[in-house]
């Protein structure tokens, strides 16, 4: 017998019984509350098969068999004994012939006689092949006569197999915090979770808006758990109420609501007995959770009225709010004032997502006139959280609330906002842009804020030209705006007016200082972005670092995520790549969580250049596919150039040089029309001459070359100027002139170390110097790049060291590969933590997993590195070079890489 609550997949695996027993003659039936009270009718739909087999049957067993199923007129009263051997003989009879598998499912909705039949036939089969298997809700065992059967409690699914559930009923990827959400509110109840799956809304089910409460349930379902909460007295139903809907576990609570009540505390232990709650460690529970879910849907409003009245009335803050606002059908001002008071104080105390749904509650309850203001700071509150989609239906909700053009505006610009994270760019800059042009003559500041928003977006789509004269025009709107100044000066940085960006980033220096982390986030992570193709390194990662340090410690997780892929590129720069991928790889998980579009692309590519380099270029590959998959539909080509560079990069490392030369000269094609000009915002150029120049195409090559010396001259930037010297060496006809050339470019890079770049450097060098003999030269060169590709963890640049050393005439040269590489991205980052004395619940508030992953994780870390200690690991990743290097301690144990 399997035994196990409603809908905890008993039938599922009856059907898969049923599936596997090839060669078995099969016997089905599923009892019905309707036919109940029919005797027989269960048996004649299961042996319906076996009719022809009857005549086989003794005399007696034979009209008694035919009796009960209707087959025949009985005048005299119906042995039911006789019906009994009947269907065992009948069941013998057929496994005569091969094996025989019986099934009855909801064998407590069997008629009674036909249920006896089974049982008595079931007790008695041993040497026949007939297996029989019965399935019944948990609270029927008695009745079914369950001690003379083997039973088997059929459980809720554990954890892992939920999530693996939902992935199959819902293939867009459910954030993991909603599986474990949804695990803990089902018990692991598959129904319950298909439920939840096929009725959830899409922000609910995206993990943005909060699960329903009571979570909805089947019909069946809820009757199955209601019928074990109709024997018990009201008072006791009331107790369970009060469990219900209290939004604490805590004993302490949950008892001043029944005295408040009257309704006793016996009642809470008659409820214990009964086996509807557990009580441990000053905490009371369901046995079962969606018992809470049927205990709310049971009650009626009067009650759960009474008893949130009375939960309000013993709490304070925020839960006091709550317990005022619910239930509340129609407009109840008071309610909303608390709400947005408590809301107030969930912000203080960052809590983002808890203040936006508040102030949405507050909404909800309040008049047309102050309903509009409230969504407006819910959905500000929502995307502060990384909510988007409920930011943007809020924000598009207050907008039709409103006549005033000037509040329109300031939605507008959040909802800009909100829609170039979600990855639409191009609708971003319409509203945007759209809103500026209805306000620019009543109010000339607001449009220089809604101007200069839309420079991101214009940017994201690789309009640069657009973005300049947005950022100009907002400039000249409101010109004591240093807002305004800053987002300019960002423009000019893409467009390769690198003189002018510096002036203005220098003007407005103090104001930058006095950024808030969170408040200023957008303009912050731009900020240290721009530094980072401004070759201004430390500066880059002290301001990125602020913004990763206050989003974490705010869960602000939107703002963390742009800020880590950011902070990913610049250590991309710096040769701190294990840091970096470890990053990315952290900002790709929490942005497929939050469903941020945008960023999803951008780590994606950023991951992809990281693979591109170590040679793991099939996963760079289909990194970079899912890009183009998530950029074409957002008509986001700023993200395909990118995504551009990135491949251009894989097939020049794998030697497929005419393949590289087709991606990256469709990137040349764009960032000419675009008028991109800052050649160390895509690092495509350099790559395409070499393709070039391996090609044999070396007059494109020198083509190419002269665009790039006046990008980099005009820009200053040293690693432009590096990479420039490097293909005029490679491209030399003169041995002389060769090496000049390939000295200009390492003095170059020394001036702003990019070490990847300068290691590649000295291996072109090195095998132009081999080639002509100059072997001692060569080898020197070498010595200094290989550890350096070991050490990033790029193999095939370092197989090719190696072999150039070979070639040189140095045998026997030990390679010494950073073992760093074998840990996790993750793993990396619980390492670093750890490193720099953070303790594991701290580790784990940091990244946002458990505990019991922090430990997994770091025991993994020892094992694979032969550490036994922090005081080992604090050394080991220092002399490896992956601690943070910036001599900050809240800075390391924060960070991305934390």
């Given at each position: 017998m399997l035994a196990g609550e409603p809908g905890i997949g008993k039938t599922a695996l009856l059907t898969y019984a049923l599936a596997a027993a090839r060669g078995a003659t099969t016997l089905a039936t599923t009892?019905?509350?309707?036919?109940?009270?029919?005797?027989?009718?269960?048996?004649?739909?299961?042996?319906?098969?076996?009719?022809?087999?009857?005549?086989?049957?003794?005399?007696?067993?034979?009209?008694?068999?035919?009796?009960?199923?209707?087959?025949?007129?009985?005048?005299?009263?119906?042995?039911?004994?006789?019906?009994?051997?009947?269907?065992?003989?009948?069941?013998?009879?057929?496994?005569?012939?091969?094996?025989?598998?019986?099934?009855v499912d909801d064998a407590h909705w069997i008629d009674r006689p036909s249920l006896a039949a089974l049982l008595f036939a079931g007790r008695r089969l041993?040497?026949?092949?007939?297996?029989?298997?019965?399935?019944?809700?948990?609270?029927?065992?008695?009745?079914?006569?369950?001690?003379?059967?083997?039973?088997?409690?059929?459980?809720?699914?554990?954890?892992?197999?939920?999530?693996?559930?939902?992935?199959?009923?819902?293939?867009?990827?459910?954030?993991?915090?909603?599986?474990?959400?949804?695990?803990?509110?089902?018990?692991?109840?598959?129904?319950?979770?298909?439920?939840?799956?096929?009725?959830?809304?899409?922000?609910?089910?995206a993990g943005v808006a909060p699960l329903p409460?009571?979570?909805?349930?089947?019909?069946?379902?809820?009757?199955?758990?209601?019928?074990?909460?109709?024997?018990?007295?009201?008072?006791?139903?009331?107790?369970?109420?009060?469990?219900?809907?209290?939004?604490?576990?805590?004993?302490?609570?949950?008892?001043?609501?029944?005295?408040?009540?009257?309704?006793?505390?016996?009642?809470?232990?008659?409820?214990?007995?009964?086996?509807?709650i557990r009580r441990a460690g000053g905490r009371v529970a369901f046995t079962h959770p969606l018992l809470r879910s049927v205990v709310q849907r049971t009650a009626t409003p009067a009650a759960r009225r009474r008893v949130f009245d009375a939960l309000a009335a013993t709490s304070t803050g925020g839960e006091r709010a709550w317990y005022l606002a619910a239930d509340v059908g129609g407009l109840d001002e008071p309610a909303a004032a608390e709400l947005e008071r408590a809301a107030d104080e969930m912000r203080r105390r960052a809590g983002y997502t808890d203040a936006a749904r508040a102030l949405h509650r507050a909404a909800e309850l309040t008049a047309p006139a102050r309903r509009a203001r409230l969504l407006f700071a819910a959905a500000v509150d929502a995307q502060r959280a990384g909510d988007l989609t409920e930011?943007?239906?809020?924000?598009d909700e207050a907008r039709l609330l409103v006549d005033?053009?000037?509040?329109?505006?300031?939605?507008?610009?959040?909802?800009?906002?909100?829609?170039?994270?979600?990855?639409?760019?191009?609708?971003?800059?319409?509203?945007?842009?759209?809103?500026?042009?209805?306000?620019?003559?009543?109010?000339?500041?607001?449009?220089?804020?809604?101007?200069?928003?839309?420079?991101?977006?214009?940017?994201?789509?690789?309009?640069?030209?657009?973005?300049v004269a947005y950022a100009r025009r907002a400039v000249a709107l409101d010109a004591a705006d240093g807002g305004a100044r800053i987002v300019l000066a960002e423009a000019l940085m893409f467009a390769g007016e690198l003189g002018e960006s510096r002036v203005l980033f220098a003007a407005e220096r103090d104001r930058l200082d006095q950024l808030d982390p969170l408040a200023d986030a957008d303009t912050l992570v731009m900020l240290g972005l721009c530094r980072g193709w401004l070759e201004e390194y430390e500066s880059a990662t002290a301001v990125l670092g602020r913004v990763i340090d206050a989003a974490r410690d705010a869960g602000a997780l939107s703002v963390l995520i742009r800020a880590l892929a950011f902070d990913a590129e610049v250590r991309r720069c710096t040769g701190e790549w294990s840091v970096g991928y470890a990053e990315a790889e952290e900002a790709l998980r929490l942005a497929r969580e939050l469903h941020e579009v945008a960023p999803v692309g951008f780590a994606l590519v950023g991951l992809a250049r990281f693979d591109a380099a170590c040679g793991r270029h099939d996963a760079a590959l289909e990194r970079l596919a899912e890009a183009a998959r998530i950029a074409g539909p957002l008509g986001t080509p700023g993200l395909l150039i990118f995504a551009g560079t990135a491949e251009g990069l894989v097939h020049l490392v794998a030697g497929d040089h005419d393949r590289a030369i087709a991606c990256l000269d469709g990137v040349r094609e764009f960032t000419e029309k675009a008028g991109l000009g800052n050649p160390d915002f895509l690092p495509w150029c350099a790559d395409l001459i070499e393709a070039y120049w391996r090609a044999g195409r070396s007059a494109?090559?020198?083509?190419?070359?002269?665009?790039?010396?006046?990008?980099?001259?005009?820009?200053?930037?040293?690693?432009?100027?590096?990479?420039?010297?490097?293909?005029?060496?490679?491209?030399?006809?003169?041995?002389?002139?060769?090496?000049?050339?390939?000295?200009?470019?390492?003095?170059?890079?020394?001036?702003?170390?990019?070490?990847?770049?300068?290691?590649?450097?000295?291996?072109?060098?090195?095998?132009?110097?081999?080639?002509?003999?100059?072997?001692?030269?060569?080898?020197?060169?070498?010595?200094?790049?290989?550890?350096?590709?070991?050490?990033?963890?790029?193999?095939?640049?370092?197989?090719?060291?190696?072999?150039?050393?070979?070639?040189?005439?140095?045998?026997?040269?030990?390679?010494?590969?950073?073992?760093?590489?074998?840990?996790?991205?993750?793993?990396?980052?619980?390492?670093?933590?750890?490193?720099?004395?953070?303790?594991?619940?701290?580790?784990?508030?940091?990244?946002?997993?458990?505990?019991?992953?922090?430990?997994?994780?770091?025991?993994?870390?020892?094992?694979?590195?032969?550490?036994?200690?922090?005081?080992?690991?604090?050394?080991?990743l220092a002399q490896n070079g992956q601690n943070r290097g910036d001599g900050s301690g809240s800075r390391a144990a924060t960070d991305g890489s934390a």
């Open positions: 009892g019905l509350e309707s036919e109940a009270a029919l005797p027989y009718a269960g048996l004649g739909d299961l042996l319906r098969p076996l009719l022809d087999l009857v005549p086989k049957l003794p005399g007696p067993q034979a009209r008694a068999l035919r009796a009960a199923l209707a087959l025949e007129e009985h005048e005299t009263e119906i042995s039911r004994y006789a019906v009994c051997m009947a269907t065992l003989s009948l069941l013998t009879i057929a496994a005569d012939q091969g094996p025989v598998l019986l099934v041993a040497a026949d092949p007939v297996a029989m298997v019965v399935a019944a809700h948990d609270t029927a065992l008695d009745d079914l006569d369950a001690a003379h059967l083997d039973v088997l409690r059929v459980a809720g699914l554990d954890h892992e197999a939920t999530g693996r559930l939902l992935d199959r009923l819902r293939p867009d990827q459910l954030p993991p915090g909603l599986v474990t959400e949804l695990w803990r509110a089902t018990g692991g109840n598959p129904l319950a979770l298909a439920d939840a799956a096929d009725s959830l809304t899409g922000t609910q089910l409460d009571p979570l909805p349930i089947r019909a069946g379902l809820h009757r199955a758990f209601a019928a074990r909460l109709a024997p018990l007295p009201a008072a006791t139903r009331g107790a369970l109420l009060v469990v219900a809907l209290s939004g604490s576990a805590e004993a302490a609570g949950i008892h001043a609501a029944l005295d408040t009540i009257g309704a006793g505390r016996a009642a809470l232990d008659h409820a214990e007995q009964a086996g509807m930011a943007a239906a809020w924000l005033d053009p000037l509040i329109a505006a300031d939605i507008a610009l959040a909802l800009g906002r909100v829609l170039a994270r979600r990855g639409t760019a191009a609708i971003a800059q319409r509203v945007l842009v759209g809103a500026a042009d209805t306000v620019e003559t009543a109010d000339p500041r607001r449009a220089a804020g809604l101007l200069s928003a839309a420079v991101d977006p214009a940017l994201t789509e690789g309009r640069i030209h657009d973005a494109e090559a020198r083509e190419l070359l002269t665009g790039l010396e006046a990008r980099a001259g005009r820009s200053g930037l040293g690693s432009a100027g590096a990479a420039a010297a490097r293909c005029r060496a490679i491209l030399a006809t003169d041995p002389g002139e060769a090496e000049w050339w390939f000295r200009e470019a390492l003095r170059r890079h020394d001036l702003r170390p990019q070490p990847f770049e300068a290691a590649r450097t000295r291996l072109l060098a090195a095998e132009v110097l081999r080639r002509r003999r100059r072997r001692v030269e060569a080898r020197a060169l070498l010595h200094e790049a290989l550890p350096v590709f070991d050490r990033l963890g790029c193999e095939p640049f370092a197989r090719r060291a190696s072999a150039e050393l070979a070639a040189a005439g140095e045998r026997g040269s030990a390679r010494t590969p950073s073992v760093i590489p074998r840990l996790t991205a993750q793993e990396l980052q619980v390492a670093q933590a750890v490193a720099d004395g953070m303790s594991n619940p701290e580790v784990a508030a940091a990244l946002f997993i458990s505990r019991k992953t922090v430990e997994s994780h770091l025991t993994n870390a020892y094992r694979k590195l032969g550490l036994h200690s922090r005081t080992q690991l604090v050394r080991h």
